[in-house]
């Protein structure tokens, strides 16, 4: 993750926000390259969820009507529990500080609690277990607090009761900063899609099955946040809304759930990489509700949500509105609250994602070379255009090639440094292709194309060059 991290600061893919000020905890910057590796993915996701005849896109606003967070179940729910050490002042989440204890703490904290029970050799397993059932409910976990040393000083029983914490960012609009006129940052971006059902529906004239689709900012106040992009407090959302008819929730969940493990596996991660993490307790409204997992350096980690929601979020609004948020089935002639299949990926958990399984280092020539292997679609710079040498008129074909693929791809001139040089670095920044114009260039018109994984080198024709590069960007 260190290397990763660093790569990409110095390449100029992510840098810590506000960084000359110190920083500002949960928020990144993203840098010349990471902006094209963002946009290239949520162009990926837009193409792929509506360039069909099914899904509309929407972009709505952050700020909102507070009813919304209040019929979304937000105001209530959206909380975590926390504590705080006495000593030391770090605040936790209880949830995590709970998953994060390794075994030999965890069984500590069973034998303490229940004395003689666990004085023997168990499988890690079974403590595990042991600890997932004893530890649940607000008060057996308050028990297990007192007897939890905090991670960062030290100490035992030096955590405050358990407080549950609103994760949403309040504001407030117009001069007055009353609790009337209270306004959310939304902490997520799905709300926007329901409040506008009906004006998407009526407008594009859909019917059902159809979806809704948004990618926008998205903001929590996370109580810890940690792993680089993982858990931030501003951070982007790609979602998609699928209504549906009452009882065809489960087939569609189904079809979901495929499209959205093959979109990751289009982009080219790596099967066992992935995996699937099926939620065993639901929200009261949920009837399913699986997510993506990829394999980070520091463990599995969820990028993405499939969730069948029922009518529970139109059936809401309706009621906080007063307004019908029903579809009228011209066939059946029937009036209902259509049910939902939710998809929601995180833009920058997938960007980092998509940077950990790209990120690789390999050993050539008795050198390191460092290499991000991004599918072509999603990599920075499509290609990069070499004079071999500055002279003979090389550097001026190579100049205006450049012009000319740059109408249609973001492509990088480089004319300085030996060319091993010059491959290393594109090699660095997950460059897929760099065409190198050389003496044979002045003669035939051909150049060298070097693709990045296997550094093989053919020659093609300058002309075939946009060509050859579409057909690889977007196969
Ligand atoms: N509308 C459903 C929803 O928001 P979620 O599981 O809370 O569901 C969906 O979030 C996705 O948003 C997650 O899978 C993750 O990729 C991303 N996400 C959530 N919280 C995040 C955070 N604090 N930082 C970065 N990404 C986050």
């Not at 893919?13 to 993203?30: K, P, R, T």
Request: glycine share 6%.
């Amino acid at each position: 993750m260190d290397k990763i991290v660093s790569l990409a600061k110095r390449r100029g893919f992510v840098f810590q926000s506000s960084e000359i000020y110190g920083g500002l905890n949960g928020c990144w910057d993203y840098g010349p390259l990471g902006v094209e590796l963002l946009n290239n993915l949520k162009q990926s996701w837009w193409r792929a969820m509506t360039y069909r005849d099914d899904i509309e896109g929407v972009d709505a606003s952050i700020l909102m009507h507070p009813r919304v967070w209040e019929a979304s179940g937000h105001v209530a729910n959206f909380t975590d529990p926390m504590v705080d050490c006495r000593q030391c002042k770090a605040r936790y989440r209880v949830d995590v500080l709970m998953d994060e204890l390794n075994t030999k703490k965890k069984k500590d904290v069973l034998r303490e609690l229940y004395p003689g029970e666990f004085d023997g050799q168990q499988p890690d397993e079974r403590i595990a277990s042991e600890f997932a059932a004893r530890i649940a409910g607000d008060e057996a976990t308050a028990k297990a607090l007192t007897v939890i040393a905090c991670p960062n000083c030290g100490t035992k029983s030096s955590f405050t009761e358990a407080r549950q914490f609103n994760l949403m960012f309040k504001t407030f609009v117009g001069p007055v900063e009353d609790s009337n006129n209270v306004v959310y940052l939304r902490p997520e971006t799905a709300q926007g899609i329901f409040v506008n059902f009906l004006n998407v529906q009526n407008a594009s004239r859909q019917k059902l099955p159809f979806g809704i689709a948004q990618i926008g900012k998205a903001f929590r106040n996370e109580i810890n946040t940690k792993n680089f992009l993982f858990r931030t407090r501003e951070f982007e959302q790609m979602e998609m809304q699928y209504f549906v008819k009452p009882g065809e929730e489960d087939r569609f969940f189904e079809y979901w759930r495929g499209e959205r493990m093959n979109w990751f596996l289009s982009l080219g991660m790596k099967p066992e990489h992935l995996q699937w993490h099926k939620h065993e307790k639901l929200a009261h409204y949920a009837k399913a509700a699986f997510d993506i997992e990829f394999k980070f350096p520091f463990g599995w980690g969820e990028v993405e949500g499939i969730h069948s929601r029922t009518d529970f979020d139109l059936g809401s609004h309706e009621k906080f509105s007063g307004k019908a948020m029903k579809y009228f089935d011209e066939q059946s002639k029937e009036k209902f609250v259509p049910y939902v299949i939710e998809t929601s990926v995180g833009a920058s958990r997938s960007f980092m994602a998509f940077l950990c399984a790209a990120f690789d280092e390999e050993m050539v020539e008795g050198e390191m070379r460092t290499v991000l292997r991004f599918h072509p679609s999603l990599a920075p710079m499509k290609a990069a255009v070499l004079p071999l040498v500055n002279r003979d008129g090389m550097d001026d074909i190579a100049r205006s090639m450049t012009r000319e693929l740059q109408k249609h791809f973001r492509v990088f001139y480089d004319d300085s440094g030996a060319i091993g040089r010059r491959y290393r670095r594109q090699d660095e920044i997950g460059t897929p292709y760099c065409f190198t114009v050389d003496s044979q260039t002045l003669q035939d018109r051909t150049v060298t194309v070097r693709e990045r994984d296997s550094m093989q080198q053919e020659r093609i024709a300058m002309d075939a060059v946009k060509e050859y590069l579409l057909t690889r960007i977007h196969p």
